[in-house]
């Protein structure tokens, strides 16, 4: 990859003496296996690990070990550089910084107790004056503009975060409550900073002082006035300074790539994720103070089938006509960060990629014997899981190559792609994901029945890619409408790039491309991805507006038609 390593592993990787791999060992036993299932998923969900998530030690730490294996297993090292890691670079959420100060007239505010940094605030320190408009509203064919005979050149917009009518769903003002308009309609006004405060807390609810997802910094410091620091906001007129300290920083993570060379043409990619949530990061569902999510069934159960594959399949003669790439993703928790960085600078030409296997949760086989198939849309050839009986299992296949997992990031290469999955539980996400939970034997009949999948389709030929009708990834019980796209969760610029477009969706209609960044939607622009799901939330069945977009850095723009 194009992404200069970083250097915690370098000491590991300093003396790689790699055996070639060597065929014809022994095909290990089913209790042998299982010791060995159990020692992986239990090595990492270890509260020494952390929770694995990406970009912190624990990452590290699995990583390593999962190297290891590698090693013991013989694969050779294809990620960067001729080594087992493929480092990638990903945008961390935003932390507040400690260096956060107000003024408001002699009053010093204390940061944190009587305000706090919107995620849409640049950092910058500016001395101003109060200038007050209202609720920073401004909607024409209602007759309203708050900001109408304000003088707001050079000053600080104060305005609350409620609406005429408070802030609810059905809200007369809901086209225009969105905080980022109404810091884009006084910035566009002269605005150099922007204050806002709730005087309406029964109708409306603060704006949370952690960072939730990432916004798109506006140009201007953007700060939140808590009741205490509300108390304190004088008149139009007053001096204000403000500093506003928020850190923004680039972390990197790292896939583990092996791969054995059978010396074929094509080569199956076998992945899971190893990264999971740390001590509750985003996506987490656990309420309560910060605890260690291990991860045991999320994955560390596809990483150990992962490793329990990659011992088999150099041990059976009949699934030799591919070579394996075996990679363990991280990033996945984040937004499938990992693979999607992988499949976009893959280490290995994509176009020598037969298919790709993705094992996401395969520890929680339940008595039924039931195995969720994903993406078998995908290719033709997928056809024959009906006819495998391996395993003993009860398999349930869904069509789409769009999924929540990273099996996503090859479909959307072309890659025929398949996920294995287990099924969800009452600790999906939660510190209770332990490895005492997982069901060994269960993961010993799905590697059985993914051996048999190999098995079946090792004739030298390669699959053929379908595309098939998937669902709109961003679509949530909250949008009566989609536009069916995939957002590229990895993209940090202004607007929303697209990754891929849903066939017969009114993207595809409007003929949006992967690759195509949305700018706006109708009359509301969309700087990011918190921006575009409010646009869309405005819109209805049948409507119709125009979607603008840059497209290789020329602005573009289609009607589209919401069905
Ligand atoms: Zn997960």
Known sequence: MHLPNTLPFAAAMACLALPFAVHGQPFMSDSAALRQLRTDVYTLADDSMMGRETGTKGEQMAAAYIMDRFRQLGLAPMGDDHTYLNAFRFAALPRTGPDNTLQLGRAKLKAGTDFYPLGYSANAQVLTRVARCRYGIVAPEK?????????????????????????????????????????????????????????????????????????????????????????????????????????????????VVGFQNNGKPWTVVIGAHYDHLGMGDEGSLYRGEPAIHNGADDNASGVATLLQLAADLRAMPNARNNNYLFIAFSGEEKGLFGSSAWAKHPTLP??????????????????????????????????VLATLKAGNLSTKTTEGGIGPSDHTSFYLQGVPAIHFFTGSHDSYHKPADDADKVNYPGMLRVARYIESVITTLNDSTKLTFTKTADKDSTETPRFTVTLGVVPDYMYDGTGLRIDGVTEGKPAAHAG???????????????????GYMKALGLFKKGDDTKVVFLRDGKQLEAPVHFQ
Not at 191 to 216: C, G, R, S, W
Not at 512 to 527: C, F, Q, S, W, Y
């Open 350 to 383: 994509i176009d020598s990629l037969n298919y790709m296997i993705n094992m996401d949760m395969v520890g929680r086989l339940d008595s039924t014997g039931h195995l969720a198939i994903n993406g078998v849309g995908t290719s033709p050839a997928w056809a």
């Open 512 to 530: 949006l491309k992967a690759g195509d960044v949305v700018i706006r939607l109708g009359e509301h622009a969309t700087p990011d991805m918190m």
């Open 143 to 255: 007759g309203r503009n708050d900001f109408e005979g304000v003088q707001l050149e050079g000053r600080a917009a104060c305005m609350s975060i409620s609406s005429p009518d408070g802030i609810h769903p059905h809200s007369a003002w809901l086209a225009h409550n969105d905080l980022r308009t109404r810091i884009d309609n006084a910035v566009k006004r002269g605005a150099t900073a922007v204050i806002f405060y709730n005087d309406d807390p029964d109708k409306a609810t603060d704006p949370p002082a952690e960072f939730h997802m990432k916004l798109q910094p506006s140009s201007v410091p953007v700060v939140f006035l808590t009741k205490s620091g509300l108390a304190k906001l004088g008149q139009d007129g007053d001096p204000v300074v403000i500093h506003t300290d928020i850190i923004r920083e680039e972390k990197t993570g790292h896939n």
